[in-house]
């Protein structure tokens, strides 16, 4: 008789379901996939969320890179999770942790999200087994600092630390406390 607490002798102990996928990417990892030579030759197209309805305004959070530019979608749907934790600190107030998102990417160069076209992308049949190294993601910098790199992307120095020497520096409004002080 089993009660609570009680082993059962059926137990699965020591077993992992190999199918399954439950490695959660980093944004520092993604970030340094996104700045490596490996997807320096991939078009960088930004990444967007929208709440709820059809009609929504877009959200721009981000851009991906994918390995030749053959897993567009793939790399939309492996960084949901990262795509929309940036969205909700980009836009707080707009995007809510309840909500349910929309993700969608688009390769207009158009700098006004309402203008742009956005893919909103669903399901993918196939998805490589090592598509996290095939893939990057680099969110827009938010208030906070996070994603930033002080404007040094270009030169290949990816440390995120724009916030510590802006305030290094003096300069102030950064944050929600500082901007209300």
Excluded at 16 to 44: F, H, V
Excluded at 45 to 50: E, F, G, P, S
Excluded at 122 to 132: L, N, Q, S, Y
């Amino acid at each position: 008789m089993a009660g609570f607490g009680a082993s059962s002798s059926k137990g699965k102990k020591g077993k992992k379901d190999s199918n399954k996928k439950s490695t959660k990417l980093k944004p520092k990892k993604q970030w340094d996939r996104y700045m490596s030579e490996d997807l320096k030759s991939a078009d960088a197209l930004r990444v967007a969320v929208r709440v709820g309805a059809v009609e929504a305004k877009w959200f721009s959070v981000g851009e991906i890179k994918s390995e030749d530019n053959a897993y567009t979608e793939a790399a939309v749907i492996r960084h949901r999770a990262l795509i929309g934790d940036h969205a909700r600190r980009m836009f707080p107030a707009e995007v809510l942790a309840i909500d349910n998102l929309d993700y969608g990417y688009t390769t207009d160069t158009n700098e006004n999200t309402e203008k742009c076209e956005w893919k909103v992308v669903g399901k993918v049949e196939a998805m490589p087994e090592d598509i996290d190294k095939m893939i990057g993601f680099r969110g827009f910098p938010d208030l906070t600092g996070f994603y930033s790199s002080s404007g040094k992307a270009a030169t290949g120095d990816t440390k995120q630390d724009g916030y510590n020497k802006m305030k290094g520096k003096g300069i102030t409004g950064i944050t929600a406390l500082e901007v209300h002080d």
